[in-house]
Structure formats: structure tokens, C-alpha cells
């Protein structure tokens, strides 16, 4: 992670060079977890992980479910609204140099919703929102991260194919 070995702490950069510069070449590659991109496994260990997923969901008979938030889970807005509406979540959020309010109210019944189907399906969150906003979603649907834990897909980990 960020090129030092998770197992051993080495330091894998050369010195006093960029990140990605390492001293030798290394089989990790691919991105673990969506939030954390500096954070990779090799090919083969990629594998083994996707395969342990794919028996967990066999064994649990669960597929998987991509779950969008806006316009279907929430409604967030950043225009001036009364701070004393019903079920209306206030946060900031940083937007350039400045911090933005943002207002959201979730859809009726959505916790219900999502508490219900998480016994049938693996629940992915996959939204075009960036990273910081999905994931303080995230926290008002899932406080405990007992729906969705790491698995949330943000504009900001879809990078377009080459």
C-alpha cells in the first residue's frame, strides 16, 4: 500500500522519488478496495480473493445487488432549505476552498428497504456522486456499515477504460 509491503513494512520506492517509482518491479496490481485505489494485491491473489467471495455468496445464497443512491435511495440538494424540515440529514461537505451544505432526505421506507433485501442480496453501493459524498451517505443509510461495509463504487473509482 502506497509502496511500502503490507506483510513486511519494506519500503518498495526508490528514494526520494515518486509514487509508483519502485526499486524492483512487484506483482501487485489490482485495486482492492474501491475507497482505498493505493491499496493492491497481486493478479493471482486478486483471484483467490474473487473466488472466496464467489463461494461466500454461493454458500449464503446471495447475489449481488448494485444500489444507487440519487433520485432512487435519497434526494440531496445544496439549495437553502429551512434547517427544521422532517427526516432532512445538514452536513458539509468541502467543495474547492469553500464547504457546501448539503441536504438530504432519503426516500420513504428506504432503511426498511435496504434492511429487508440485504437478506437476499450482497449490497453494493454504485453511484456517479464522488467518494466523499457517497460515503457520508453511506454513514446516514448504514451507520453501523452492516449493509454495504467497503463496497461502495464512486465516480471517483471509475476511471474510463484506456
Given at each position: 500500500?502506497?509502496?511500502?509491503?503490507?506483510?513486511?513494512?519494506?519500503?518498495?520506492?526508490?528514494?526520494?522519488?515518486?509514487?509508483?517509482?519502485?526499486?524492483?518491479?512487484?506483482?501487485?496490481?489490482?485495486?482492492?478496495?474501491?475507497?482505498?485505489?493505493?491499496?493492491?494485491?497481486?493478479?493471482?491473489?486478486?483471484?483467490?480473493?474473487?473466488k472466496a467471495d464467489e463461494e461466500r455468496l454461493v454458500k449464503t445464497r446471495k447475489l449481488v445487488l448494485l444500489v444507487d443512491l440519487d433520485q432512487a435511495l435519497v434526494h440531496t440538494t445544496n439549495n437553502n432549505i429551512p434547517p427544521n424540515l422532517k427526516d432532512v440529514e445538514h452536513f458539509?461537505?468541502?467543495?474547492?476552498?469553500?464547504?457546501?451544505?448539503?441536504?438530504?432526505?432519503?426516500?420513504?421506507?428506504?432503511?426498511?428497504?435496504?434492511?429487508?433485501?440485504?437478506?437476499?442480496?450482497?449490497?453494493?453501493?454504485?453511484?456517479?456522486?464522488?467518494?466523499?459524498?457517497?460515503?457520508?451517505?453511506?454513514?446516514?443509510?448504514?451507520?453501523?456499515?452492516?449493509?454495504?461495509?467497503?463496497?461502495?463504487?464512486?465516480?471517483?473509482?471509475?476511471?474510463?477504460?484506456?
Amino acid at each position: 500500500m502506497k509502496d511500502m509491503c503490507a506483510d513486511c513494512g519494506a519500503n518498495l520506492r526508490v528514494e526520494n522519488s515518486m509514487s509508483g517509482d519502485r526499486k524492483e518491479q512487484v506483482s501487485a496490481s489490482v485495486a482492492m478496495v474501491h475507497s482505498i485505489p493505493e491499496l493492491v494485491v497481486s493478479e493471482q491473489q486478486a483471484k483467490e480473493i474473487g473466488k472466496a467471495d464467489e463461494e461466500r455468496l454461493v454458500k449464503t445464497r446471495k447475489l449481488v445487488l448494485l444500489v444507487d443512491l440519487d433520485q432512487a435511495l435519497v434526494h440531496t440538494t445544496n439549495n437553502n432549505i429551512p434547517p427544521n424540515l422532517k427526516d432532512v440529514e445538514h452536513f458539509q461537505l468541502p467543495h474547492g476552498n469553500r464547504m457546501l451544505w448539503y441536504h438530504t432526505r432519503l426516500r420513504p421506507g428506504t432503511k426498511e428497504f435496504l434492511k429487508r433485501i440485504s437478506k437476499l442480496y450482497e449490497l453494493h453501493i454504485c453511484t456517479f456522486g464522488v467518494r466523499l459524498y457517497v460515503h457520508t451517505i453511506a454513514m446516514i443509510l448504514d451507520p453501523s456499515r452492516s449493509l454495504f461495509s467497503h463496497r461502495i463504487l464512486s465516480r471517483d473509482e471509475s476511471k474510463p477504460p484506456i
